[in-house]
């Protein structure tokens, strides 16, 4: 048995101020889960976090969530979603998450959305991996980071080349048809 292509999701464990955000994580679960990729996601039932993983499901695709020890009666209070691995610390979530995927998208959330897209970003940046990472841009919600990472180049604190390490989507499509053009094999 082959292993299916796996998808690190990070988002955030809230909803957000726009609609959109979820609708966006709605579509992405559905499209992860039609094409039987395997979602790898931070293992809570709230927010985008729950919402990108029930519509997986509900679309038939496996999924895997990871979560730390300290934030399971906090993330994942009311159902588990799929397999789960608990962890010892958030250090952990973030590296299970990543070896367990052949691909990271990135939609809208806060501190630790941006802390796990920095992580996988220096990783690619030093050469530790060449998987694709990609932001799902929802209503230009990464435009200012997108912004500051090119003001980082500008300055001289990163090689133009940063902007090679990632791609942005626009749209749930956009990303998914990312994700199809880099299925290994």
């Not at 992405?28 to 039609?34: A, K």
């Not at 209070?77 to 998450?97: C, E, F, P, W, Y």
Request: charged share 15%.
């Amino acid at each position: 048995m082959t292993k299916p292509f796996s998808v690190c999701v990070f988002c955030g464990a809230r909803p957000g101020a726009d609609p959109a955000f979820m609708k966006a994580a709605q579509d992405l679960g559905t499209g992860l889960g039609q094409n039987d990729w395997r979602l790898v996601f931070g293992a809570g039932d709230i927010g985008m976090m729950g919402a990108v993983a029930r519509a997986a499901t509900d679309a038939g695709g496996p999924t895997l969530g990871v979560i730390p020890e300290h934030l399971v009666g906090f993330e994942a209070k009311n159902q588990n979603i799929g397999d789960a691995i608990v962890t010892d610390d958030m250090h952990s979530r973030k590296k299970l998450m990543f070896v367990n995927s052949d691909a990271v998208v990135v939609l809208p959330g806060g501190a630790g959305s941006l802390d796990e897209f920095f992580e996988v970003l220096t990783w690619a940046q030093i050469g530790l991996h060449n998987r694709p990472i990609l932001l799902l841009n929802i209503q230009g919600y990464w435009d200012p980071l997108i912004q500051l990472i090119d003001h980082v180049i500008a300055q001289g604190f990163a090689s133009p080349t940063l902007r090679g390490h990632f791609q942005v989507a626009d749209t749930v499509a956009d990303a998914l048809a990312v994700l199809a053009d880099n299925i290994p094999g």
